[in-house]
């Protein structure tokens, strides 16, 4: 069982940028891979980043722009998010356990963070 809380997001300009954080608590998160998905006003959840022990992935959307990564020590997974457009806008959730067996395979299920708004303005 996990529990994920999220600190980061906000309302920034277009081009700028923010640093999600994901903490989470509870046994075996070092053993999940792990996702960061968003969610814009009458979209389907989309993936971002997929995050294993060797690989991270992403959608053409965000790649070269979105930097996920994990910190097993601190059971903690963060997004960095550059170059943020208008359409970016979205809320954003981590996940534990979607991704499986690796972050090539991600699904919506397993375990979510409550979600935090990024709101970018052109």
């Known amino acids: 069982q996990l529990h994920l809380v999220q600190s980061g997001g906000g309302l920034v300009q277009s081009g700028g940028s923010l640093r999600l954080s994901c903490t989470a608590s509870?046994?075996?998160?070092?053993?999940?891979?792990l996702g960061w998905y968003r969610q814009a006003p009458g979209e389907e959840r989309e993936l971002v980043a997929g995050?294993?022990?060797?690989?991270?992935v992403y959608p053409d959307s965000v790649t070269g722009r979105f930097t996920a990564s994990r910190d097993n020590a601190k059971n903690t997974m963060y997004m960095q998010v550059n170059a943020l457009r208008p359409a970016d806008t979205a809320v954003y959730y981590c996940?534990?356990?979607?991704?499986?067996?690796?972050?090539?395979?991600?699904?919506?299920?397993?375990?979510w963070g409550q979600g935090t708004q990024v709101t970018v303005s052109s």
């Open positions: 509870g046994s075996h998160f070092s053993a999940h891979a």
């Open positions: 996940n534990a356990g979607g991704c499986y067996p690796d972050a090539y395979n991600c699904k919506i299920g397993g375990y």
């Open positions: 995050i294993d022990g060797s690989r991270t």
